[in-house]
C-alpha cells in the first residue's frame, strides 16, 4: 500500500553485498540504491522522490498479496506474491563476486520462479542518475540494453520472458510463467569502466554462490542465547552495513528518511561514527567474528590517524574526513519531508563520549586478542591524555544536538570510562603508564558527576549540568559499568527514565530542547538499552518482556529503522545499525543475567 | 652513472621515508608506506613495518636504476631532468602503482571489487592516494620531487 507513491518504510527489506545496499518494497519494487557505493549518489531513489527517484519495478500484472522473508539466514530477500491465478517468488540479492571469473562491478539479482498456476509479471527499470537529476541515455550494445549516466552505467540482462525493450526513459519487459518456470534478470553495473554483461548461467550461480556465502558467515555467528533469530538477523544487518573496501561501518545506507513525517530531520547516515564502529567491535567480537572485529580495529586506527589525539565524529567510508552537508532542493523528501541532505554537519562537533567508546572497544579487543602494539599503545595513551586534558569542556553530546554544548552526563561518564579502561591497559603493560594522571582526573569527573549532576531529590542523574530532566543515553551508564547497575543511583535513573520517557516499548531520548523543536519519535536503540539495564539491574523478567515486545516491533523481515511512530510505524533511516548493535547488546545482557 | 644513481637513490629513499613520516607526525598524511608494503607480507604492524621499510629502501633503489636508464638514453643526468622523472614517478606512484597495482597483489588491502566475502586490514589509498588525507598528493609529489633531484643530481655529479 502506498501513499503518494511512497511506500512504508517497515515495508522495505534490505539486500547488500558490503559495497552498497538496495531497499526492496513489499511490492516488488526497488526504490533505493547508490551506485558504487552506499555514499555514491542514487540511481533509484523513488524513497525520496516518487516521481522522479527512479526505481526498479517487478511484480504481477494483475492484484496480488505478498509475503516476504530472507533465504534462511541470510541477506537474500524472497518475495512470495499470489494472485488470483497463480504463486509466483521473486528472490533478489546483490551478487558477491566470484573470484575465479570475470565478474561485473555490481550486480542486482532478480530471480523469478512460479511456484504454482500462471503468473504474467512486468518489469521495468527507470534508472535516474546523480540523485534523480538525469535519466540516462538507453542504447543497446552486443545485444544488452544499455543505460549511462554520467560515469555511471548499467546493462539489464533477461531471460525466461519477453526481450528487454527501450521505453525512452528506461528499460522493461514481462514474464508469463507456469508452474515450474521460471525467469531471471540481472542488472550489472559499471563505474568508470567497461559493462561485463551477464549470462543467465552465470548470474544464477553467482546468485547461489552469494546464498552459500551468507549461510556459512551466519553458521559462525556465535550465539546461542534467547531470541537467537533476532541476533542473528541483528549481526547480518551489521555485515551488511560493513562497506567492505575499507571495513568502515555505514550508520545506515539512506539518508533523509525523517525522524517525523513532514519534519526536518532528516539526516545522511552514510557515514561511519566512530561509536558505532567501536560498538560494532564489541558486538562482533562477543558474536565471534573476529575477522570483521580485527578489521573494525583497523579501520579505527587508521581512520582516525590524521586526527589523533582528536576525534572527528564521523568519517566518510573510505576514510577521507571530508563530509561537507548540502541539500538536494530538486527531490520532494519521503513523503514531503523535507530538505534532503547529503553529508553530515555533525563531523566536527566536539562529542566527548566518543573517546570512551573508542577506549572501551579498544580494551576489549586487547582484551580478547591480547594483542596490541607498542605504536596502537602509544595511541590509546594520547587518547586517554586528551581526555584527561578536555573532559571539563562542554560538547554536544550523542545526540548532536544542535542547541549548543553543554555538560552532558553521558559525556562525563563516558570520558570517566576512556580513562579508566586506559588505566587498566597500563596496569597490564600494553599502553605508555600514566595511571596516576588519569586515575587523579577519573576521580575528578566523578567528584564532578556526583557535585553536579546527581540530583538526590530526584534520586536520578540529569541529563546535564543545570537541568532537572532525565535523558535515555544515561541508560548507556550500566551497560558502561560506570556505576553498580544494581546499585541505588542506577536504578533509580532507571526508573525516572522509565517514568518520564518510556510510552510502552517506545523510549524518547529526551524532552528537553535540542536546537530543532520538533517532535520525533522513540529511538529504538534506547528501548534496546532499557532491556540492557533492567537485565542487568536484575529485573530480568522486565526485560525479557520489553524484549520481546520489542521483536515483534521488528518488521517482517526482522529489521529496525531509528525510530518507532506511535503507531508502529518506522521513522528515520533504515535499517540503522545503531538499533540492531543495540538490539545485539540486549540479548547479550538478558543471556547473561540468566534465566 | 649508475653507482650515482644508485647512491643518490639510497639517500632520496631515505628522504622520501623520513619525509612521509615527518608528514604523518605533523597531520598531513594517513600514508605509511612501509606499513603499507611490508603488511603484504605479515598483518603485525610493528614486523610489517620493519619489512616494509627494507622493502621501500630496495623499491628505492631499483627505481633509481630506472633513472639510470632514462639519463643514459638522454645523455643527460642532472637534478633537473631527475625533478622531472621524480613529478613522473609521482604520478605513477599515486594513479598506478600505489592506487591500483598495491591493492590488487596486496593480501590485506581492500580494492573497489572488494565485498562482504573480505575482510580486509586496510582501506585502499584511492586515486592519488587522497582516501589517506587531501594533503596526501601535494606530499607525495613533493618527495618524489626531492627524490629525483637528489637521483639526477647524484647520478650527473654535483
Not at chain 1, 542518475?129 to 546493462?155: M, Q
Request: hydrophobic residues 45%; glycine residues 10%; proline residues 4%.
Amino acid at each position: 500500500m502506498r501513499v503518494d507513491g511512497f511506500a512504508a518504510i517497515e515495508d522495505y527489506a534490505v539486500v547488500g553485498d558490503g559495497r552498497t545496499a538496495a531497499l526492496v518494497a513489499r511490492d516488488g519494487s526497488v526504490d533505493w540504491l547508490c551506485l558504487p557505493n552506499f555514499d555514491s549518489p542514487s540511481v533509484f531513489g523513488r524513497v525520496l522522490d516518487a516521481e522522479r527517484g527512479g526505481s526498479f519495478q517487478l511484480a504481477p500484472t494483475t492484484s496480488f498479496e505478498s509475503q516476504r522473508e530472507y533465504v534462511g539466514e541470510t541477506n537474500v530477500l524472497a518475495t512470495t506474491f499470489r494472485t488470483a491465478d497463480g504463486v509466483v517468488r521473486v528472490t533478489d540479492a546483490l551478487t558477491l563476486a566470484d573470484r575465479s571469473w570475470l565478474a561485473p562491478l555490481r550486480e542486482l539479482v532478480r530471480q523469478v520462479e512460479c511456484l504454482s498456476g500462471r503468473v504474467e509479471l512486468a518489469w521495468s527499470i527507470e534508472p535516474r542518475f546523480d540523485y534523480g537529476r538525469r535519466a540516462g541515455r538507453i542504447s543497446s550494445r552486443a545485444g544488452h540494453l544499455v543505460a549511462e549516466g554520467g560515469r555511471t552505467a548499467l546493462a539489464v540482462g533477461a531471460w525466461g520472458g519477453t526481450e528487454a525493450r527501450a521505453t525512452g526513459t528506461g528499460i522493461a519487459g514481462s514474464f508469463d510463467l507456469s508452474g515450474g518456470e521460471s525467469g531471471l534478470l540481472s542488472m550489472t553495473v559499471a563505474d568508470r569502466d567497461p559493462l561485463v554483461f551477464g549470462t543467465r548461467a552465470a548470474a544464477a550461480e553467482r546468485l547461489q554462490s552469494t546464498l552459500e556465502f551468507w549461510r556459512g558467515w551466519s553458521a559462525r555467528t556465535a550465539y546461542d542465547g534467547p531470541w537467537r533469530e533476532l541476533v542473528a538477523r541483528s549481526a547480518l544487518a551489521l555485515k551488511l552495513l560493513v562497506f567492505a573496501p575499507s571495513a568502515a561501518i555505514a550508520a545506515a545506507p539512506t539518508t533523509s528518511l525523517p525522524e517525523w513525517l513532514g519534519g526536518t530531520r532528516n539526516w545522511d547516515y552514510r557515514y561511519a561514527w566512530v561509536r558505532d564502529a567501536a560498538f560494532s567491535l564489541v558486538a562482533l567480537l562477543r558474536l565471534g567474528h573476529t575477522d570483521e572485529a580485527r578489521s573494525f580495529f583497523w579501520w579505527l586506527e587508521h581512520a582516525t590517524a590524521l586526527t589523533l589525539p582528536r576525534l572527528r565524529v564521523l568519517y566518510r567510508l573510505n576514510g577521507a574526513v571530508e563530509t561537507a552537508e548540502r541539500e538536494l532542493e530538486h527531490l520532494s523528501g519521503y513523503r514531503g519531508s523535507r530538505p534532503v541532505r547529503v553529508g553530515n554537519g555533525a563531523s566536527s562537533q566536539l562529542q566527548l563520549d566518543v573517546y570512551g567508546s573508542m577506549i572501551d572497544a579498544l580494551w576489549l579487543y586487547a582484551d580478547e586478542s591480547g594483542d596490541l602494539s607498542a605504536h596502537e599503545g602509544k595511541a590509546i595513551a594520547k587518547l586517554a591524555d586528551w581526555v584527561a586534558e578536555h573532559w571539563r569542556c562542554e560538547d554536544f553530546g550523542i545526540w548532536e544536538v544542535r542547541s549548543g554544548p553543554a555538560h552532558f552526563t553521558h559525556s562525563k561518564a563516558m570520558c570517566w570510562v576512556a580513562l579508566e579502561r586506559a588505566s587498566k591497559l597500563a596496569e597490564r603493560g600494553l599502553v605508555p603508564d600514566h595511571r596516576e594522571r588519569w586515575n587523579g582526573e577519573a576521580a575528578s569527573i566523578r567528584r564532578f558527576v556526583d557535585e553536579r549532576l546527581w540530583n538526590g531529590e530526584r534520586n536520578t542523574y540529569v541529563r546535564a549540568a543545570s537541568s532537572d530532566d532525565v535523558d535515555a543515553s544515561l541508560l548507556l551508564l550500566s551497560l558502561f559499568e560506570y556505576d553498580d547497575p544494581r546499585g541505588e543511583r542506577l536504578r533509580g535513573t532507571v526508573a525516572a527514565i522509565e517514568r518520564e520517557l518510556r510510552d510502552g516499548l517506545r523510549v524518547r531520548r529526551y524532552l528537553s530542547d535540542d536546537g530543532i523543536g520538533e517532535p520525533e519519535g522513540g529511538f529504538v536503540a534506547c528501548s534496546f538499552w532499557l532491556v540492557a539495564a533492567l537485565a542487568k539491574a536484575g529485573r530480568v523478567d522486565e526485560a525479557g518482556a520489553l524484549m520481546e515486545e520489542l521483536a515483534g516491533a521488528a518488521n517482517d523481515v526482522g529489521l529496525y529503522a531509528e525510530e518507532l511512530a506511535p503507531d508502529g510505524s518506522f521513522l528515520g533511516n533504515f535499517p540503522q545499525a545503531l538499533s540492531h548493535l543495540a538490539c545485539v547488546a540486549a540479548a547479550q545482557a538478558l543471556s547473561e543475567a540468566g534465566p | 652513472m649508475i653507482l650515482g644513481a644508485l647512491a643518490g637513490g639510497a639517500v632520496g629513499t631515505i628522504v622520501l621515508t623520513t619525509g612521509l613520516r615527518l608528514a604523518q607526525e605533523l597531520g598531513w598524511t594517513r600514508m605509511d608506506i612501509p606499513l603499507l608494503l611490508g603488511t603484504v607480507f605479515s598483518p603485525s604492524r610493528s614486523r610489517a613495518e620493519v619489512i616494509g621499510y627494507a622493502v621501500h629502501f630496495v623499491n628505492g633503489l631499483l627505481f633509481s636504476l630506472a633513472y639510470a636508464f632514462v639519463f643514459a638514453a638522454t645523455g643527460r643526468a642532472d637534478w633537473l631532468l631527475g625533478l622531472g622523472l621524480g613529478f613522473v614517478h609521482a604520478l605513477f606512484a599515486g594513479g598506478g602503482l600505489v592506487n591500483v597495482l598495491l591493492p590488487a597483489v596486496h593480501p590485506r588491502m581492500g580494492t573497489p571489487w572488494s565485498d562482504s566475502q573480505e575482510t580486509p586490514l586496510l582501506e585502499p589509498p584511492g586515486f592519488m592516494l587522497l582516501n589517506y588525507g587531501r594533503a596526501t598528493a601535494i606530499v607525495t609529489v613533493v618527495l618524489h620531487l626531492a627524490y629525483g633531484a637528489i637521483v639526477g643530481a647524484s647520478a650527473g655529479g654535483f
